[in-house]
């Protein structure tokens, strides 16, 4: 008897079941590829520049490209920002230190690089495919709209140096930090041989 209790399993349609199992194997690949940071990187500029040469070839696309500067540019200042911005919050938790007798806390980023990064491609993925649809093909004078990004974009950074000025925080490893260890102490060494 099978009735509502039975021990049969619901069948799942196929499509959705795909559906499933491409976004599982896309989302182990992208975790593969969080260690590789270069690798990511490099990738992300040649779809950068593999962009930049559709635009110039079909000479439009110009609110698009626009629109892609604009959200790169608030991207940029997500990953440039602190977790916790002391101007605006008063937090319990770990602040940027103010002062040099405050302890050393360790910068936290409100975008990590990961996101960064990741947010960027797609950004770069989505203006590339609306490259192929004449609806996003504005006519504008482009020229103008440059001319207000870039102004945007050296505002937005004049503040955004201001702030790490404000705060002491550079946002930005060089390189990983190495420890040297402890000095060598001539009159400790004494001691142990009498």
Known sequence: MEGIGGDRAPVASPLPQWGHDTWRMYQYYLDKTTPHTTYRW??????????????????????????????????LIG??????????????????????????????RRLPEFKFWYSMTKAFCIAFVMTFFSLFDVPVFWPILLC???????????????????????????????????????????LCGD
Not at 80 to 106: N, R
Not at 162 to 185: C, F, R, V, W
Request: glycine share 8%; proline share 6%; with cysteine.
């Open 42 to 75: 490099i990738g992300t500029l040649v779809i950068a520049a593999i962009y930049c040469l559709r635009v110039y070839s079909v000479q439009g696309f110009y609110i698009v490209s626009y629109g892609l500067g604009i959200y790169l540019l608030n991207l």
């Open 79 to 108: 990953f440039l920002s602190p977790l916790v911005d002391p101007e605006l919050e008063i937090s319990d938790g770990p602040l940027l230190p103010t002062k040099g007798s405050d302890e050393f806390k360790p910068f936290i």
């Open 148 to 190: 207000y990004w870039i102004v945007l974009f050296v505002l937005t950074m004049r503040r955004q140096i201001a702030h790490m000025i404000k705060y002491k925080y550079i946002p930005l490893n060089i390189g990983k930090q190495k420890y040297t260890g402890k000095k060598a102490s001539t009159s400790g060494s004494s």
